[in-house]
């Protein structure tokens, strides 16, 4: 199975910056995107940013100009560089990938989370 986990998340002042990171472990022969999700208390699931295997990108309207989605793709590897946070930006993010198996099935992960707090 293919395992993703998160790390750099953590409390940041309003206008700070974290960089987040996931790389995804197992038999995977390719991926196909990586992308960051994010929820908050009392509210739904929703898209931050995803990236192709071909680095195309898509980042939800909120975080358009603050957040950087990038790929190390040698190290199967999901980067999210996170400026001028505000505390609506605080929430429990996770990261998922899609790609294949080495046994040319195809699969869908998703890290445990890491908790970013924003607030002063």
């Known amino acids: 199975q293919v395992q993703l986990v998160e790390s750099g998340g953590g409390l940041v002042q309003p206008g700070g910056s974290l960089r987040l990171s996931c790389a995804a472990s197992?038999?995977?022969?390719?991926?196909?995107?990586m992308g960051w999700y994010r929820q908050a208390p009392g509210k739904e699931r929703e898209l931050v940013a995803i990236?192709?295997?071909?680095?195309?990108?898509n980042y939800a309207d909120s975080v358009k100009g603050r957040f950087t989605i990038s790929r190390e793709n040698v190290k199967n590897t999901v980067y999210l560089q996170m400026t001028g946070l505000k505390p609506e930006d605080t929430a429990v993010y996770y990261c998922?990938?899609?790609?294949?198996?080495?046994?040319?099935?195809?699969?869908?992960?998703w890290g445990q989370g890491t908790l970013v707090t924003v607030s002063s």
């Open positions: 197992g038999s995977i022969v390719s991926i196909y995107h």
């Open positions: 990236i192709t295997g071909g680095s195309r990108t």
């Open positions: 998922q990938a899609a790609g294949m198996y080495s046994n040319s099935r195809n699969f869908e992960a």
